[in-house]
């Protein structure tokens, strides 16, 4: 494609076929709004075959995803709370993942009638195997962009999400 011409994406078609039924619709707010959309269920398409890949369910990531981002070892009531779910639940959850070899129950630091989740080898290795097939598909979409684009990106982006939290 020219310089003064960018190459067409599916999100152009929807956005010209919307315009004449909603006159008033905003093309760049459509535009965005979808293509952010469409990203959003590409990556998760993404992971949802690298879990099956990995033979992970998406519960069974997300408590590996957690115990990893607290270096691999937590209290049960921390990954309850990190995945918001009641502290009883988590315990199936753990139960599950343990019976894999994912982790492993052991005394608690801080207090020995309690135990923590330690998160196993085998359990690191899924976690990041499945992780990596998402990350390497991140890095080849946004890599399109250059460093200065991405942060941009992020920032724009960032901006919509705090109007959205509020």
Do not use: C, N
Not at 54 to 72: Q, S, Y
Not at 107 to 115: A, E
Not at 123 to 149: P, T
């Amino acid at each position: 494609m020219s310089a003064s011409r960018p190459a067409r994406d599916w999100t152009d078609g929807h956005v010209e076929r919307w315009l004449p039924v909603l006159p008033g619709l905003d093309p760049d707010i459509e535009g965005a709004a979808t293509r952010v959309k469409v990203l959003t269920d590409h990556l998760r398409k993404v992971r949802e075959r690298s879990l099956a890949d990995f033979d992970l369910h998406k519960h069974e990531f997300d408590t590996l995803h957690t115990l990893a981002g607290r270096g691999g070892r937590a209290a049960p009531s921390e990954l309850a709370a990190d995945l918001q779910m009641a502290p009883a639940s988590i315990t199936g959850r753990v139960d599950a993942l343990e019976r894999r070899g994912y982790v492993r129950r052991i005394p608690s630091v801080d207090d020995r009638r309690r135990v923590d989740v330690q998160l196993t080898e085998a359990g690191r290795a899924a976690w990041l195997g499945a992780m990596d097939v998402v990350g390497h598909e991140e890095y080849r979409l946004l890599g399109v962009l250059s460093g200065d684009e991405r942060r941009t990106l992020s920032d724009l982006l960032r901006r919509v999400l705090l109007a959205a939290e509020a």
